[in-house]
């Protein structure tokens, strides 16, 4: 049976490494970037307007993306329910967070647990809390959404975390939010969801990051490269390392999501969300450096042809030029970045991995198997 439950701490968790030097909402956090000789002050303090107070269900929210919308919207006074399996701590004090923060959104922010592939449950469950709007961060199948949807028949918005990553290889760059798509991309359960919700003729919004970093990121993107920038390895990048990809911080993808909610403009909308700037492979790696207070990286080029990594990554990105407009979410939403990208990546650093925390061990095989080719070759 669906049981509806306050999360409520009167101590807060410590349970990651405390630090004076960064603050979560990013309103006190001055350290030095060395190498530059200048004080860093990121952006993206979780500044958010005031709107009328709707009942919201965020599909998952403990990870990544989630925790930071989740907070965003209990500040903007909105009554909040994180659906979740449970396995994960539904409040956990993040890097920063002040105790007076984290115990008004851990006394605030609600819970119903339960697996979203029972389709039963959810149908029971939702219907019988009815929500005003949902916000779909995990969802990957059509299947897992129309239960919501039959749940919920005065719905008033349904937000969803799409991917860039559903374009048709193209060689006209960047993508925009017309372009074709690919119904054979490993996201075409997204493009499907994005069917259903035209058919069901519900209002929605779709939002489609391309990478996304900042802290508790649990992809390895920014992670891969200060293992190896820490450990003072080169760093293995394939072919030429000119290939243009790019980075949105999830700071202010969660802001993205803020600026649709009950906004007109959003209704049936697609939206690409990321960094205003694209970078390459080579200038990734030189931009971690800089943001981790690293030394200028060495940077060693593999064909990926010439090797047998079997199912490992030797690169965290695909090996494509690879990024889209967010002109689209500038004009309509008036949505812009504020993070650039070394602020960003001084962000995510500052606030996770430099102090100790991150979410995959450092796994240097494949990198040694093109170390070792290199050496023989350079011999």
């Given at each position: 049976?669906?049981?509806?439950?306050?999360?409520?701490?009167?101590?807060?968790?410590?349970?990651?490494?405390?630090?004076s030097?960064?603050?979560?909402?990013?309103?006190?956090?001055?350290?030095?970037?060395?190498?530059?000789r200048?004080?860093?002050?990121?952006?993206?303090?979780?500044?958010v307007?005031?709107?009328?107070?709707?009942?919201?269900?965020i599909?998952?929210?403990?990870?990544?993306?989630?925790?930071?919308?989740?907070?965003?919207?209990?500040?903007?006074?909105?009554?909040?329910?994180?659906?979740?399996?449970?396995?994960?701590?539904?409040?956990?004090q993040?890097?920063?967070?002040?105790?007076?923060?984290?115990?008004?959104?851990?006394?605030?922010?609600?819970?119903?647990?339960?697996?979203?592939?029972?389709?039963?449950?959810?149908?029971?469950?939702?219907?019988?809390?009815?929500?005003?709007?949902?916000?779909?961060?995990?969802?990957?199948?059509?299947?897992?959404?129309e239960?919501?949807?039959?749940?919920?028949?005065?719905?008033?918005?349904?937000?969803?975390?799409?991917?860039?990553?559903?374009?048709?290889?193209?060689?006209?760059?960047?993508?925009?939010?017309?372009?074709?798509?690919?119904?054979?991309s490993?996201?075409?359960?997204?493009?499907?969801t994005?069917?259903?919700?035209?058919?069901?003729?519900?209002?929605?919004?779709?939002i489609?990051?391309?990478?996304?970093?900042?802290?508790?990121?649990?992809?390895?993107?920014?992670?891969?490269?200060?293992?190896?920038?820490?450990?003072?390895?080169?760093?293995?990048i394939?072919?030429?390392?000119?290939?243009?990809?790019?980075?949105?911080?999830?700071?202010?993808?969660?802001?993205?999501?803020?600026?649709?909610?009950?906004?007109?403009?959003?209704?049936?909308?697609?939206?690409n969300?990321?960094?205003?700037?694209?970078?390459?492979?080579?200038?990734?790696?030189?931009?971690c450096?800089?943001?981790?207070?690293?030394?200028?990286?060495?940077?060693?080029?593999?064909?990926?042809?010439?090797?047998?990594?079997?199912?490992?990554?030797?690169?965290?990105?695909?090996?494509?030029?690879f990024?889209?407009?967010?002109?689209?979410?500038?004009?309509?939403?008036?949505w812009?970045?504020?993070?650039?990208?070394?602020?960003?990546?001084?962000?995510?650093?500052?606030?996770?991995?430099?102090?100790?925390?991150?979410?995959k061990?450092?796994?240097?095989?494949?990198?040694?198997?093109?170390?070792g080719?290199?050496?023989?070759l350079?011999?």
């Amino acid at each position: 049976m669906a049981k509806l439950v306050v999360v409520q701490q009167k101590q807060p968790s410590f349970s990651l490494l405390p630090s004076s030097l960064s603050d979560f909402n990013g309103t006190r956090l001055q350290s030095q970037i060395q190498l530059k000789r200048k004080v860093w002050k990121p952006k993206g303090a979780l500044h958010v307007s005031a709107s009328s107070a709707k009942k919201i269900l965020i599909m998952g929210g403990t990870r990544f993306i989630g925790v930071f919308l989740s907070r965003l919207l209990v500040k903007e006074g909105h009554q909040v329910t994180l659906f979740t399996r449970g396995k994960a701590p539904i409040t956990q004090q993040l890097p920063g967070e002040s105790d007076k923060d984290f115990v008004d959104f851990s006394s605030k922010i609600l819970h119903l647990k339960g697996d979203r592939k029972d389709y039963e449950f959810v149908k029971s469950s939702l219907s019988a809390e009815g929500f005003d709007v949902v916000y779909d961060i995990n969802g990957r199948e059509a299947e897992e959404v129309e239960p919501i949807l039959d749940a919920l028949p005065k719905l008033e918005q349904y937000i969803y975390c799409s991917s860039a990553g559903v374009y048709l290889k193209s060689d006209l760059l960047p993508h925009f939010e017309t372009d074709a798509v690919d119904p054979k991309s490993r996201h075409k359960g997204k493009l499907e969801t994005e069917s259903l919700l035209t058919s069901k003729g519900v209002n929605w919004t779709s939002i489609r990051p391309v990478y996304i970093y900042g802290p508790l990121n649990y992809n390895p993107v920014e992670e891969w490269f200060f293992h190896r920038l820490k450990a003072g390895r080169p760093i293995p990048i394939p072919n030429s390392g000119v290939q243009i990809t790019q980075l949105g911080h999830v700071k202010d993808l969660a802001r993205a999501f803020i600026q649709v909610l009950g906004n007109e403009k959003a209704s049936r909308q697609v939206f690409n969300i990321s960094g205003d700037k694209y970078v390459t492979f080579d200038g990734l790696a030189r931009a971690c450096a800089k943001a981790g207070g690293f030394p200028e990286p060495e940077i060693i080029h593999f064909n990926p042809k010439e090797f047998d990594f079997g199912k490992k990554k030797a690169f965290p990105f695909r090996d494509q030029h690879f990024f889209a407009s967010i002109d689209k979410a500038k004009s309509v939403l008036g949505w812009k970045p504020e993070f650039d990208l070394v602020e960003g990546l001084a962000d995510s650093y500052n606030l996770d991995f430099g102090r100790g925390t991150f979410r995959k061990a450092a796994d240097f095989s494949t990198d040694d198997l093109i170390l070792g080719k290199s050496l023989v070759l350079q011999s």
